[in-house]
């Protein structure tokens, strides 16, 4: 197993992220809360886009996991969606390559295993297949060749929408088929979530807005006044 995801056995990963039009989403504000995850004990973080990642690498020494969210009209798949992407937050600083690997047509018609197989030669860092079923583990694990997979997208495609708790049954079918190491991620907002997902066989867990997750966090407690309810019926 690669030393660096060897590293995260057991342990929270916290996805220190912000909306694109929040305040917070600025790279010296991401590197301050990847600073505070990792003095509070977490062994790794993940982090978006480029600039955030060469900040957050500047001020922490847990590995960066790096994902690089890109919108296109022509597919579905955001997250490290082409090859250019991952070879960018590698420059960038990170240390681990996610990636989307649900089998949707990707932008410009990139297909999946040559991705990973180019980046696998060129870029030189561990990658972490991003699933939403149990299948797509499979592939990445049998055809890919991937280092490790995550359950991030369990609940993001429209096959898995109908979810909304974290997706425990699919750690537990991966753990009990694969000896890679998966990583649950999705929907975990309580300790007993993320005490459930290692029960579950998970190698290591990633929360992010139930920690980071500040924009929602406001709007969670804010609809919970008077104020916001009397404003909601004028």
Known sequence: MNKTIEGWRGGLIVSCQAPANSPINKPEIIAAFA???ELGGAVGVRIDAPENIRAVSER?????LGIYKLVFDSSDVYITPTFASAKQIVEAGANVIALDATR???PGGEALD????????ELNQPIMADVS????????????GVDVISTTLSG??????????PDFRLVERLAEKLTLPIVCEGRLRSTDDVRRAFDCGAFAVVVGGAITGIDLLIQK????TPRHSANAVA
Request: hydrophobic share 50%; glycine share 4%; aromatic share 8%.
């Open 133 to 144: 079923s149990f299948d797509e583990g499979l592939y990445a694990a049998e055809t890919l």
């Open 104 to 106: 949707r047509a990707r």
């Open 114 to 121: 040559a991705l990973v197989a180019r980046a696998r030669a």
């Open 156 to 165: 993001y495609t429209a096959e898995t929408k109908h979810l909304i708790e």
């Open 35 to 37: 600073e505070t995850a």
């Open 60 to 64: 922490v020494s847990v590995p960066v």
């Open 221 to 224: 407690f804010v609809g919970a």
